[in-house]
């Protein structure tokens, strides 16, 4: 079976300095990862994936995160937070272990931006 | 990337009144649609898996008969809230796969917006 933990469910930073949203998986599978954003009240949108390719994954708005096998994480991380990054963050595992994809999703990280 | 449609984007109804939520994929089609409900500050939780021409996969815990879901074709996929309640009042979100070999193989979802149901 597959399962997602993320570490925090709030994390706070100051506008222009570094963001880090932890990430933890369990999968038997070769497993696809995802980081979603949920501004309020909207649905999910997709800030990059891994899918077995690269481990580095650079997504939108200067997101990126690294898939990291031994450590069975996927954190993401920011260089500068702007204002506009303050929404929820979802981590998302995916694999064959139900025989076809189904997602199992984190319990969301908070992303709290100050000015 | 794909677009997934959902509408309407906020209802409020009477205790007792069915609401209809309809989930569109846009430009593909989505023979597998998922439906989530979230409460306020918390995770997505899988309601039911919707396909395309077959009963719907429902939850653990999930009524079927509280929320009747159908996929009667390859670009649409509706939740109806039968006998809403005031417990019913949720923000529900649908998803689809894109069943392409670029997408298909590594369990993607496309989100629609959201729909934020409250029941008076």
């Known amino acids: 079976a597959q399962s997602v933990t993320q570490l925090d469910s709030h994390v706070s930073v100051s506008e222009g300095t570094p963001v880090l949203l932890r990430c933890n998986y369990s999968?038997?599978?070769?497993?696809?990862l995802f980081w979603y954003v949920q501004h309020p009240n909207k649905g999910l949108q997709l800030l990059l994936k891994y899918t077995s390719a690269a481990t580095l994954v650079k997504g939108i708005n200067g997101f990126e995160a690294e898939f990291k096998k031994s450590e069975t994480s996927f954190h993401l991380t920011k260089p500068s937070a702007h204002m506009s990054d303050a929404a929820e963050y979802f981590c998302?595992?995916?694999?064959?272990?139900?025989?076809?994809?189904?997602?199992?999703f984190g319990r969301g990280t908070s992303l709290i931006v100050h000015p | 990337g794909a677009v997934v449609s959902q509408h309407p984007s906020r209802v409020i109804c009477k205790s007792g009144t069915s609401v209809k939520i309809e989930c569109r994929s846009l430009?593909?089609?989505?023979?597998?649609m998922f439906w989530y409900r979230q409460f306020p500050k918390q995770s997505l939780m899988l309601m039911a898996t919707?396909?395309?021409?077959?009963?719907?996969?429902?939850e653990q815990g999930v009524e079927k008969d509280k929320f009747l879901i159908n996929h009667a074709s390859l670009t649409l996929s509706t939740l109806t809230v039968t006998s809403a309640h005031p417990e019913d009042s949720s923000f529900y979100i649908c998803?689809?796969?894109?069943?392409?070999?670029?997408?298909?193989?590594?369990?993607?979802?496309?989100f629609g917006e959201g729909s934020r149901l409250t029941v008076l």
């Open positions: 998803s689809a796969r894109v069943p392409t070999s670029g997408y298909a193989n590594t369990g993607e979802l496309f």
């Open positions: 919707s396909n395309e021409g077959s009963k719907a996969t429902y």
């Open positions: 998302v595992v995916s694999d064959l272990s139900g025989g076809s994809y189904i997602p199992t």
């Open positions: 999968s038997s599978y070769s497993p696809s």
């Open positions: 430009d593909f089609q989505a023979t597998t």
